[in-house]
Nanobody, 126 residues
């Protein structure tokens, strides 16, 4: 069992930056692939980014086209924490952001991770 708790959301002006954190508890964090999803107002939840569980490298990363070049996903296995650095934020990035974990990276990329956090609100004003 893995428990996920996000933090770091808030209100920011367009062009600004935020860093989201996801603290994980439970077993074998380093063996789980991690990801971020978001749900904009009135829309379905969508994939944002994912990182593999490979521990001897920085981990393979994947991004949605809409955030590529602006967002960076990373993880600190020693701290059982995942991060999402968001730069050059746009109003269309406004959403509830969810942390996710699964033993399989492909499952995260398919939008069906086993574990979810409770979400944190990010609001980007124009």
């Amino acid at each position: 069992q893995v428990q996920l708790v996000e933090s770091g959301g808030g209100l920011v002006q367009a062009g600004g930056s935020l860093r989201l954190s996801c603290a994980a508890s439970g077993r074998s964090f380093s063996r789980y692939a991690m990801g971020w999803f978001r749900q904009p107002p009135g829309k379905e939840r969508e994939f944002v980014a994912a990182i593999s569980w490979i521990t001897w490298s920085a981990g393979r990363t994947y991004y949605a086209d809409s955030v590529k070049g602006r967002f960076t996903i990373s993880r600190d296995n020693a701290e059982n924490t995942e991060y999402l650095q968001m730069n050059s934020l746009k109003p269309e990035d406004t959403a509830v952001y969810y942390c996710a974990a699964d033993s399989t990276l492909s499952t995260i990329r398919a939008g069906e991770p086993e574990y979810w956090g409770q979400g944190t609100q990010v609001t980007v004003s124009s």
